[in-house]
């Protein structure tokens, strides 16, 4: 591997956007092709949850901006914009790392104004995506966390986890832990078209059982649903009764939402793999963002009955469904 075209006095034509973040450079490795990785330093780690946003947590950790999983539908998606990265290809392929983000977020677990509330991880970008398998972050936060008594919980599609459960199962024994494995789509094919750089859907499984075996609970998101693609009852109970076979404690059925960008981007996916299901969607999104009081009625009388017969009822994480954000609300950047 050649390094001298990479040093901070290089000039790599990296995006003015990067700028105000703190940019070191650039680099570029042939273990992941097609894929750019822009260090930064970051000012801080912790990133306090509007109070509007009603969820279940009020501070994240970010280690990582954009994400190579390349979900068409990520909600996440706008966020690259403010670093004057476009929320197509760009999310999926210039990925942001925050080299410091350990070091930074062990001195803001030791102020003395820190209350030690739940820190979630794995909320905006995936903190297990293939980034994660060469700068090796998330040992040091889960670290740092545990160490400092603060209580997590992770959120991921990355099997990469497999790597830190004797660290998370370690942590768990200090502080509470929550552990979660998003999977909403069991169709192999479906997968690979809607999310292409993510583990197959038995790869997701097989993590859900190694994390049982280590003495953990797991939650399951069923999220993103798709409608018309992963909503009927036969796709649901197929997929929960996978879920609940490989060992999960509980599981979230949630339906998909389109916030800013994002819904272009996905809409284009759409009209490439399924054109005859672009009217039906422009109907159930046409007041924005969000599903219709009336769909979504409908998926939880789906749900409901299928998550008690598979028992995935328990073991609630609390991530509901967003409530919609006015019109004219901005988007709100990730703080570094």
Not at 138 to 144: N, Q, T
Not at 145 to 154: F, Q, V
Not at 184 to 212: C, F, K, M, N, W
Not at 221 to 249: F, K, N, R, W, Y
Request: glycine share 8%.
């Amino acid at each position: 591997m050649r390094w001298d075209q990479q040093g901070i006095a290089v000039d790599d034509g990296a995006l003015p956007g990067l700028e105000r973040i703190g940019f070191v450079r650039s680099v570029r490795t042939p273990h992941f092709d097609g894929i750019t990785f822009h260090e930064v330093l970051c000012k801080s780690a912790l990133n306090k949850v509007p109070d509007a946003s009603a969820l279940p947590f009020h501070y994240t950790v970010n280690a990582y901006r954009g994400c190579s999983h390349a979900c068409r539908y990520c909600f996440a998606r706008p966020s690259h914009e403010y670093l004057e990265l476009n929320c197509g290809n760009d999310f999926d392929t210039q990925i942001v790392v925050k080299t410091n983000v350990v070091d930074v977020l062990r001195r803001e677990l030791h102020r003395k104004s820190w209350r030690r509330d739940t820190v979630a991880l794995g909320t905006n970008t995936d903190p297990y995506q293939r980034a994660e398998g060469r700068y090796a972050l998330m040992p040091g936060i889960v670290g740092a966390l545990a160490d400092s008594a603060t209580p997590l919980s992770i959120l991921t599609k990355g099997t990469l986890l497999r790597r830190d459960l004797p660290l998370i199962a370690d942590a768990a024994a200090r502080v509470p832990v929550r552990v979660a494995v998003s999977l909403a789509v069991g169709d192999p094919e479906l997968h690979r078209d809607v999310e292409p750089g993510t583990p197959s859907p038995q790869a997701r499984l097989a993590l859900i059982t190694a994390i049982r075996d280590a003495g953990l609970d797991c939650h399951v998101m069923v999220a993103p649903v798709l409608p018309h693609l992963t909503d009927s009852v036969e796709q649901l109970d197929d997929l929960l009764g996978q879920i609940a076979a490989a060992g999960a404690t509980g599981a979230t059925v949630m339906g998909l939402h389109l916030r800013g960008s994002t819904r272009g981007w996905f809409m284009s996916w759409l009209a490439r793999s399924h054109p005859d299901l672009v009217a039906r969607y422009r109907e159930l999104y046409r007041r924005g963002a969000y599903l219709p009081p009336h769909y979504r009625d409908e998926l939880k009388a789906r749900a409901a009955p299928l998550l008690a017969k598979h028992r995935l009822g328990g073991d609630r994480l609390r991530f509901s469904e967003p409530a919609p954000a006015p019109a004219a609300a901005p988007l709100q950047p990730t703080l570094f």
